[in-house]
């Protein structure tokens, strides 16, 4: 798809797999009807980026020129434009639209920006209707957890004051603390610390909360809290009055700075009393549905970020996850698997409710769970997934997976995440064309004609809420070639289609924008396999797939992921692969496919794929960042990279292979949730003895240095930040490279190994076996 | 003071700890007051007066025999008790000419005064002596206990009789004076001139009574005011030196210092006492007479006939007559001031209590004070026919704390150390002085249930020759009628609770705007002082409007934190620990915070008040531990738990219910608070309730709640946030200083034959023999009434033990054991002189309050009148059968029954204008009230205050009261009527503006405030005021509302709605109701 890439100016740097529009295909030619889209056997699918960062962005200070409803698609160039008649032909539906009065200057030497060929993505920023209002403050309402050991509270205080101190000035910040019962702090009140007190072991709907909180009656002047809860399209105007209640609970950062800080200071351990053989009682869920009906009566509309520090599972009232009595484990996946999760049902049915009312106030959940423990991510997964939420898990509030992340949200600077708020993201397609969903971090808004019969993830819908998002954010459409009688009539030969990306959203200075991307594809006849083999993304492929069977995993039960794959993997090969049929031997695979059974391999032994390895809260957390992130950093998480490093020779690529542990060599393995700086045997015992504290061997110490300073890039640039890992061979922490390697000499093939080399103890199938069953299966 | 140990750990004594204080202080510096180390302040002065002149009293008329005595009142001897003669023919005039006017003069002043103790007793004596019938039973009277005293007082007496006989009706009690010796002329006369002549007979005795001595025992007040001469208990709020300090010690720590049990009196009161004791010896037998018909009479089956009028047997007459009956001589109360010796058994049998309201001093030698448990009556009917007969109640009122007289001896402490108190083995009465030691004392008989126990061998004592055990007088749980046991693990089902304060504050619009918001805080913070010391009392806040602020006052040194419950209609705490912290610990951070709530709330728009939803809050606070919940609530509970909608305007609007149904809305609303009040009474949650509001909040339905937890409702309506502060903090200072208990359990036995019918009162009933008290003071009194099972033998004693089991302040686990033990009679005539009015109309009223929400006013009010006539009727016809038909005979014993059922008919609680939470207020009140107060609410004490300065001479403190009637207030008069809750002043519009520029400080009627802050100026009609209403503050444990009432404007009618023996557009005046129940008797007759 490089060749799509329209880049001003033409001088990229480093070249950009996902180019200016961020959108990748897994078939970058589409088959022309249904029948030969399913023998593709990977769905027809694109990734979109929808507001990655790009320097060479167009932005338009002006509004959008859309074709008439109900197409209502944004003027793009591939309009053909009749500048004489000043007259513009959608590409989606074909209809005529004269070019407003404002249009009048245009002609072929003096186009507007959105008709630059290479402009298929720009940035419309009209402004805004009241110029005087400045843009609504973004709200930070922090949820800490007391539950907490005094050491981790410490850890989290500590993290809170750090992020109070980078807040912008006119953000508006709350506090909600619980543990037993829910604390909500009124900020404004001057007069002494005044806490609301919510129960946990009741649910309460949001009109209660409302009600207990005196916002019931005041609310009326909001919009917001009148009437059934209900989407509204960016912020509201009046959305924040000053004199009203919204200043009770949420204060600019910089009026309540010194007012949380000593909040911070008298914060203790929940006080509650644990009885011996139990946990402590957290209500997590009911912190959670007053954060939101807090903020549904006061900013319901506005950027709002929940930011949720949870350090332990739910065990009392909505979204328990497990019995208070330490004898009844947290579920495992087995028990999922089994449906012997007594509490796991309710909970999913509770946060998908807070899911719901939170997406129709505009706001956000943000995860950070930090314990030895689960904590529900798996249950929560649905609030933060749909609300576009961000979701950290670490071992302790103090580990440096949480401390730096927690502390990314808040800096505005280049590693800035770019938070947005309030997207809405509407597709247009070409006729024959139906979306069936999306997988991501988004929500359906049911609304729309284009949906396929058939839904995968968020689906009925061609309109989609993303009440969070950031530049790296990443979803999946699925769509659906479905042509109709008359199309199919070679009466009408487009050989393009095209596809638009209308994405509103307020930026992360308040500022409401309207990105559009409109990209097209060539049709290709189904029977020709070359013209699909040209136009296939193997990596593209490979994200989508774990990403669909991920979901399928999620949603269907007793569903085999592996034999899944494997059979996809077979059906792929039969019908893309050269071969002559029953003889393995001939079998080969086009360039465009032939990294992709090793994708496979890898994710089949993948955290994906192999969920039983984990607790269902880690699973949870990697297929939300499986989700939401590009294909890039995706099929990293699905085959971790390995650099070598060496003496002598310069950091280079090493295979995924247990045969790349070498006792001289350092490698870095990159597998995305983690980084591992793997000492060889001879290193480690060099550096034990100091050498590279001597001057004359600096290159050692340069060689040493070398991976640390590869993995603190990678670090830098990711959220959340990766767990990074040094270790020595032998070493126990080793096996963090160990369980990713290809197992290509086990404790069965020891006597094969290599001096300095390691073996690792499987019974998994190596590479090597998996691709000549793969073969043989496949030219049969 | 050893607050640690304190009142009763010092063992014997536990005085009653409020108030003695002052009294003693008073009397001499004495140790308590010295050990409280709270200066002793002007209320020191008022108490001296009083209690000097009790003793002193007694002294100079021991000194002075009958003679000046009798002069003086004369009056007071005339008319007794009974009859109001209606005029029959001949009846008519006469009595009431001769006597009236030297009745009228002389009653106020002279008899009061007069009245002492000796002269009266002894009168009434003999006088029983005498009428008895001809026959037999003069003599047999003599030889009783009265022989010797009787007699000689006999001759004194029959002059009393005289002057009756010469008008018959009227007799001698106004003629008085002169009455002394014309006696028994008279009564010849009366004799042959009338059928009342046997009247006169019986009348002697009556007369007797309305001489002094009857009229002393129902009125006398003085005795109430010793107990409290501590006034300090009511400091006047802040400034006031004088009441604040010390109360609060004192209560409790006093008890301490009792020490020495007699001790500490001693030093005050020794002086006086002994001069009372001294002279007792002589008094001694008389007091118990002089009060009344009782003592006298205890053997006689005396002749039943008392007083009675003459009264024409025309019908038609009749009615024409009331007008004639004046009104000066029909029965009225006479107060006394003099302070009597009462020992509660003499020669083995039970001495008839003097009223409740009189200054009296209690001995007790096997009986128990009459303060802490009396009866209706002082004989007990062999058979419930013979109480059906005599339709009169059998009923108990106990008042288990009652405070002591401060000269009495304290009640001892008995520890039987490990295995507890010794019980009998079947009913699991208490060991007491009536339990029966047989077979050398190997075995004791049960007096309760005739059990043979045998004697544990640890307790084991040999029987002296009289058959007593040799060690009985060593023993209090042998001598004594009311002994304290230590109660051991056995008695408890956890470690005694601490004593936890948790203070509920409404801060609703309405209550901070008003000012009750501040009031509270104010009261509540300067209260504090108060608590009993120590690292076992707790304390805790919170605050409420719509939603429910709890305060964290755990975080030392740092500022409160405030933690809302917004969840009114299921609440919860916020927190596990630091809602209720040590009072020490959190001292200054709490007085900080009640600084700061009027501020904090200052500009609340909030005017919903989520009470029901703040109490259980509170409750559940307090669950761990149990605990007082002082709630300070302003407007109708309108949301959350157990919230109420304005039925008084409902009610109004609903005309077409009417009168029928509006008793309903006294009522409580739902059931909700009721099942909450079990649950608190449950976990030993009292709840006590200052109503501190300017509209309706429904007491009908939240007084459940106290009353079903054994606290009580304090109403101040229209709240003044001038006025009323004041009566606020003393109100709660008293509140939580007085001598109290918590998680009580009480239980009354009874001999065989009689059986517990019903308890009444502010408790919580969860099994039929026992009531639970979480909280118990000494102010609460709870009847009991009685049926019979069996039949008594005639000459049988039936006990009566009420135990009680409780935690002191202090955290100890006590029971208190109170017996009574009485003689059982077949006689109705003993049962009529022994009948205790007091206790009966206490009685009456306590009736008439628990049908006031189930039956229409008009219902009730009939029912009170009918149960009077009932008994007169039974009276009549049963022992004074011989007396004419035409009169009306009262039994002396109860001739202000008439009076006291008149004045409740006319009550606030059975008045047709009353408000409604007046009415429920009162009812509230009257469930729990003390006897000594019963009589006081619905007959007020009047006295006129114009004239302060005109008689110096006056060794009472308090001027004499005058009638509740119209006719005894003048224009240029100024006048002050308390009942133990309110104290009105009234103006009249010729008021002197001297006089009302030395009480007031302003010069005319005109420029009187509104609402009334009694200020002491430097003068004497202002000092004398000021001391008069501390005292009777004193008496009755209550600082008074005191309000201005001015003639001519709703307050003046409001003052004038006491004046009960007035005729009222809806009620008779007291002689047309006289008539009213004469005629009714009559009816019955025929």
């Given at each position: 798809m490089s060749d799509d890439i329209a880049v001003g100016g033409g001088a990229t740097p480093t070249p950009d797999p996902?180019?200016?529009?961020?959108v990748r295909m897994t078939w970058n030619s589409w088959p022309r009807s249904k029948v030969e889209a399913s023998k593709c056997?990977?769905?027809v699918a694109a990734s979109i980026a929808p507001i990655r960062a790009s320097p060479f962005l167009v932005v338009l200070p002006y509004a959008p020129l859309r074709c008439k409803p109900p197409c209502g698609a944004v003027l793009n160039p591939f309009a053909r434009v009749d500048f004489f008649a000043k007259i513009w032909i959608c590409p989606f539906c074909f209809s005529r639209n004269h070019f407003p009065?404002?249009?009048?200057?245009?002609n072929e030497t003096n186009?507007?920006?959105?008709?630059?060929?290479?402009?298929?993505t720009v940035e419309y920023a009209p402004?805004?209707?009241?110029?005087?209002?400045?843009?609504p403050p973004p709200v930070f309402l922090f949820v800490l957890d007391?539950?907490?050991?005094e050491e981790e509270l410490g850890y989290v205080k500590s993290a809170m004051r750090r992020a109070i101190g980078l807040l912008p000035d006119h953000a508006l910040v709350g506090l909600i603390t619980f543990g037993t019962q829910v604390h909500l702090h009124e900020?404004?009140?001057?007069?002494m610390s005044k806490i609301y007190v919510f129960r946990g072991t009741k649910e309460i709907s949001k009109e209660q909360i409302l009600d207990h909180l005196g916002l019931s009656s005041a609310g009326?002047?909001?919009?917001?809290?009148?009437?059934?809860p209900r989407y509204t399209k960016?912020?509201?105007?009046?959305?924040?009055?000053?004199?009203?209640?919204?200043?009770?609970?949420l204060l600019p950062a910089s009026d309540c700075d010194y007012t949380l800080n000593s909040l911070l200071d008298e914060l203790q351990s929940d006080r509650w009393p644990v009885e011996a053989g139990n946990r402590a009682l957290r209500c997590t869920g009911v912190a959670l549905s007053v954060a939101a009906g807090l903020l549904g009566a006061c900013?319901?509309?506005?950027?709002v970020r929940i930011i949720a520090l949870v350090?332990?599972?739910?065990?009392?009232?909505?979204?328990?996850?497990?019995?208070?009595?330490?004898?009844e484990p947290v579920r495992s996946q087995k028990d999922l698997d089994k449906d012997a999760a007594p509490h796991f049902h309710k909970a999913i049915k509770f946060y998908d409710n807070l899911a719901k009312q939170l997406v129709n106030q505009g706001h956000v959940l943000d995860l950070f769970a930090s314990a030895l423990?689960?904590?529900?991510v798996a249950e929560m997964k649905v609030a933060v997934e749909r609300t576009g939420g961000l979701v950290v898990l670490a071992e302790?509030?103090?580990h440096p997976v949480f401390k730096h992340s927690f502390k990314r949200i808040f800096e505005d600077d280049e590693?800035?995440?770019g938070l947005a708020f309030n997207g809405t993201l509407d597709i247009n397609c070409s006729k024959d064309i139906k979306i069936q969903g999306i997988i991501g971090p988004c929500t359906s808004?049911?609304?729309?004609?284009?949906?396929?019969d058939s839904v995968v993830?968020?689906?009925?819908?061609t309109s989609w809420k993303m009440c969070g998002l950031d530049r790296t954010t990443c979803l999946t459409v699925f769509f659906d070639i479905s042509p109709s009688e008359r199309s199919s009539q070679?009466?009408?030969?487009?050989p393009q289609l095209y596809i638009q990306f209308l994405m509103h959203y307020q930026n992360p200075k308040g500022q409401m924008r309207l990105r559009v991307t409109t990209i097209t594809r060539r049709w290709v006849d189904g029977s020709n396999t070359e013209e699909l083999v040209e136009g296939f993304d193997q990596e593209t492929a490979a994200v989508v797939l774990a990403r669909y069977v991920s979901l399928k995993m999620e949603m269907e039960?007793?569903?085999?992921a592996t034999r899944w794959l494997d059979r996809s993997l077979i059906r792929l090969c039969s019908r893309f692969g050269n071969y002559r049929k029953e003889?393995?031997?001939s079998f080969t695979l086009h360039p465009n496919f032939s990294i992709l059974p090793q994708f496979m391999f890898n994710l089949r032994r993948s955290q994906f794929i192999q969920v039983?390895?984990?607790?269902p809260d880690e699973t949870a957390y990697f297929q939300m960042l499986l989700n939401r992130e590009s294909i890039t950093n995706s099929v990293v998480m699905i085959q971790p990279s390995l650099l070598s490093y060496s003496f002598n020779s310069p950091p280079a690529p090493a295979l995924?292979?247990?045969?790349?542990?070498?006792?001289d060599h350092i490698l870095l393995l990159d597998a995305y949730f983690s980084i591992v700086i793997f000492h060889g045997m001879t290193i480690a015992q060099w550096r034990n003895m100091g050498y590279q504290n001597q001057p004359e061997h600096q290159a050692f110490s340069q060689l040493l240095q070398a991976p640390q300073d590869d993995a603190q890039m990678i670090i830098r640039d990711r959220f959340p930040v990766p767990r990074l890992v040094i270790c020595d061979q032998?070493?126990?922490?080793a096996r963090f490279l160990l369980v990713k390697?290809?197992?290509?000499?086990t404790y069965n093939s020891a006597h094969e190994v290599v001096p300095g080399g390691d073996v690792i103890f499987t019974d998994d199938v190596s590479l090597q076996v998996f691709s000549e069953h793969l073969q043989r299966l496949a030219v049969q | 003071m050893a607050s640690s140990s304190p009142p009763f750990a010092s063992g014997p004594p536990r005085p009653r700890p409020g108030f003695a204080p002052s009294a003693n202080a008073n009397v001499a510096g004495a140790p308590q007051i010295s050990q409280i180390g709270?200066?002793?302040?002007s209320s020191a002065a008022p108490s001296a007066p009083l209690q000097p002149s009790p003793f002193s009293a007694p002294l100079p008329a021991s000194s002075r025999p009958g003679h000046p005595q009798f002069a003086s009142r004369p009056p007071a001897a005339?008319?007794?008790?009974?009859?109001?003669?209606?005029?029959g023919p001949q009846g008519l005039a006469a009595p009431r000419i001769p006597p009236p006017t030297h009745a009228q003069p002389?009653?106020?002043?002279?008899a009061p005064a007069s009245i002492r103790a000796p002269s009266p007793s002894a009168a009434s004596s003999q006088a029983q002596a005498v009428r008895p019938?001809?026959?037999?039973p003069p003599a047999a009277a003599a030889s009783r206990p009265f022989t010797s005293p009787p007699s000689s007082q006999q001759f004194g007496r029959p002059p009393i009789s005289h002057p009756l006989s010469g008008s018959p009706t009227s007799?001698?009690?106004?003629?008085?004076p002169p009455t002394l010796q014309p006696p028994f002329a008279g009564s010849h006369p009366a004799l042959a001139g009338l059928p009342t002549t046997q009247l006169p007979f019986n009348r002697p005795p009556t007369s007797q009574q309305f001489g002094g001595p009857p009229t002393q025992q129902t009125f006398t007040r003085p005795p109430v005011s010793q107990p409290y001469m501590?006034?300090?208990?009511?400091?006047?709020?802040?400034?006031p030196p004088s009441y604040v300090g010390p109360p609060s010690s004192q209560p409790f720590p006093g008890p301490p210092t009792m020490?020495?049990?007699?001790g500490t009196p001693a030093p005050a009161w020794p002086s006086q006492p002994r001069q009372v004791l001294p002279s007792m010896p002589g008094n001694m037998q008389a007091p118990p007479r002089m009060f009344g018909m009782p003592p006298g009479t205890p053997?006689?089956?005396?002749?039943?006939?008392?007083?009675?009028?003459?009264?024409?047997?025309?019908a038609g007459s009749q009615i024409s007559t009331p007008s004639k009956?004046?009104?000066?001589?029909?029965p009225r109360p006479l107060p006394s001031s003099s302070v009597t010796l009462f020992e509660t058994r003499q020669g083995n049998q039970a001495n008839v209590p003097p009223p409740a309201t009189s200054n009296f001093v209690v001995?007790?030698?096997?009986?128990?004070?009459p303060r802490l448990m009396r009866c209706t009556m002082n004989q007990i009917p062999c058979t419930g026919d013979l109480l059906s007969t005599s339709s009169m109640p059998l009923a108990l009122m106990v008042q288990p704390l009652a405070l002591p007289h401060p000269s009495e001896e304290p009640i001892q402490i008995v520890d039987f150390g490990e295995s507890g108190p010794i019980r009998?083995?079947?009913?699991?009465g208490y060991i007491n002085p009536f339990m029966k030691f047989i077979d050398h004392g190997r075995r004791f008989i049960c007096n309760l249930c005739g059990f043979t126990n045998d004697t544990p061998r640890d307790y084991y004592c040999n029987l002296g020759p009289d058959g007593r055990r040799r060690d009985a007088d060593e023993r209090p749980e042998l001598c004594r009628g009311t002994v304290e046991f230590v109660a051991t693990?056995?008695?408890?089902?956890?470690?005694?609770?601490?004593?936890v304060f948790f203070f509920l504050i409404d801060v609703s619009m309405n209550a901070v705007q008003t000012g009750a918001t501040a009031a509270a805080c104010s009261a509540i913070s300067q209260s504090l002082a108060d608590?009993?010391?120590?690292?076992r009392t707790m304390v805790g806040i919170a605050t409420f409007d719509c939603t429910i602020h709890f305060y964290?006052?755990?975080?030392?040194?740092?500022q409160p934190l405030m933690l809302i419950v917004p969840d009114v209609h299921d609440v919860y705490t916020?927190?596990?620990?630091?809602?209720?912290?040590q009072l020490a610990e959190c001292r200054q951070s709490l007085e900080q915070l009640l600084e700061n709530i009027p501020n904090i709330f200052e500009?609340?728009?909030?005017?919903?008040?989520a009470f029901g939803a703040a109490i259980k809050a509170g409750f559940l606070a307090l669950k761990p531990t149990g605990g007082k919940l002082l709630v300070f609530q302003s407007v109708?509970?309108?949301?959350?738990?157990?919230s109420l909608s304005s039925r008084e305007a409902e009610g109004r609007t609903n005309v077409?219910?009417?009168?029928?149904?509006?008793?309903?809305?006294?009522?409580?609303?739902?059931k909700t608070l009721k099942a909450m009040a079990g649950e608190f009474a449950e976990y030993q949650v009292c709840v006590d309730m200052f109503i501190t509001t300017?509209?309706?909040?429904d007491i009908a339905s939240i007084s459940v709640v106290p009353g079903t937890t054994g606290g009580q409702v304090y109403y101040?309506?229209?709240?003044?946030a001038l006025s009323d502060p004041g009566k606020l903090y003393n109100d709660l200072r008293w509140n939580i200083s007085r001598p109290q208990g918590f998680e009580a359990v009480m239980r009354v036995r009874c001999s065989q034959g009689l059986q517990v019918q019903e308890y009444s009162g502010n408790f919580c009933k969860r099994i039929p023999t026992d009531i639970d008290l979480p909280g118990i003071d000494c102010d609460k009194t709870i009847m009991v009434t009685f049926k019979h099972d069996d039949k008594f033998q005639e000459n049988s004693e039936c006990g009566i033990q009420c135990a009680l089991l409780y935690t002191t302040v202090y955290g100890q686990r006590r029971i208190r054991v109170i017996n009574l033990s009485l003689p059982c009679t077949s006689m109705l005539s003993n049962l009529f002189r022994s009948a205790d009015l007091d206790t009966q109309f206490a009685c009456f009223l306590k009736q008439a309050a628990s049908m006031i929400p189930v039956s229409s006013l008009s219902q009730v009010r009939e029912h009170i009148t009918n149960l009077c006539i009932n008994i007169l009727h039974a009276y009549r016809k049963y022992?004074?059968?011989?007396?004419?038909?035409?009169q009306l005979i009262l039994p002396e014993a109860l001739k202000l029954l008439p009076l006291y059922t008149l004045a409740l008919a006319k009550s606030i609680g059975l008045?047709?204008?009353?408000r409604l939470d007046d009415r429920s207020y009162w009812v509230s009140l009257v469930t729990s009230l003390p006897i000594s107060l019963a009589i006081p609410l619905v007959y007020p004490r009047m006295i006129p205050?114009?004239?302060?300065?005109?008689?110096?001479?006056?060794?009472?403190?308090?001027?004499a009261s005058i009638p509740?009637?119209?006719?005894?207030?003048?224009?240029d008069g100024i006048y002050l009527l308390e009942n133990g809750e309110d104290g009105l002043i009234y103006i009249g519009n010729m008021a002197n503006p001297e006089m009302l520029q030395q009480i007031?400080?302003?010069?005319s009627v005109d420029g009187?405030?509104?609402?009334?802050?009694?200020e002491q100026f430097d003068n004497d009609v202002s000092k004398k005021l000021n001391d008069i209403v501390n005292e009777i503050r004193k008496q009755r444990c209550s600082y008074l509302r005191l309000r201005l009432c001015r003639k001519g404007d709703p307050s003046g009618m409001h003052f004038m709605?006491?004046?009960?023996e007035d005729k009222t557009p809806g009620g008779l005046s007291y002689v047309e109701f006289l008539v009213h129940v004469h005629r009714q008797i009559q009816t019955k007759m025929a």
């Open positions: 996902d180019g200016l529009d961020g056997v990977i769905p009065p404002h249009y009048a200057g245009i186009v507007p920006g959105e008709l630059y060929s290479q402009c298929t402004p805004p209707l009241d110029a005087a209002a400045p843009p007391t539950c907490l050991i900020l404004g009140f001057a007069d009326v002047r909001h919009g917001a809290v009148t009437g059934a960016g912020p509201q105007p009046n959305g924040l009055h000053p004199s009203t209640s919204v200043y009770r609970f900013v319901a509309g506005t950027g350090g332990g599972p739910c065990t009392v009232g909505p979204g328990m996850i497990v019995s208070k009595d330490l004898s423990d689960q904590v529900g302790s509030f103090g590693q800035s995440l808004l049911d609304k729309g004609s284009l949906c396929a993830g968020q689906g009925n819908t070679p009466g009408i030969p487009n039960k007793e569903f085999d003889d393995p031997a039983s390895n984990n607790s995924l292979d247990v045969a790349s542990i070498s006792a032998h070493g126990s922490q390697l290809n197992p290509s000499s | 709270r200066p002793v302040p005339a008319f007794p008790q009974g009859l109001v003669a209606s005029n002389t009653p106020p002043v002279g019938f001809p026959g037999s007799q001698p009690p106004f003629g008085g501590g006034s300090q208990p009511y400091a006047g709020r802040p400034s020490g020495a049990p007699s053997g006689h089956t005396m002749p039943p006939v008392p007083p009675a009028m003459g009264n024409s047997p025309l009956i004046d009104p000066n001589q029909i001995k007790d030698n096997g009986n128990c004070s009998c083995s079947r009913c699991k693990r056995e008695y408890m089902v956890r470690d005694p609770m601490p004593a608590l009993p010391d120590g690292p964290n006052l755990g975080r030392a040194s740092q916020p927190l596990h620990t630091d809602i209720i912290v500009n609340n728009k909030v005017a919903e008040s109708l509970p309108s949301v959350g738990i157990g077409s219910s009417g009168d029928k149904e509006a008793h309903k809305l006294l009522q409580p609303a739902d300017q509209s309706y909040v101040y309506y229209p709240f003044s022992c004074a059968t011989v007396s004419s038909s035409g008045r047709n204008d009353g205050i114009h004239n302060l300065t005109a008689k110096e001479d006056d060794e009472s403190l308090l001027p509740l009637s119209s006719e005894h207030i003048s224009d007031f400080g302003v010069p009187l405030p509104s609402q009334l802050v009694l709605s006491y004046m009960v």
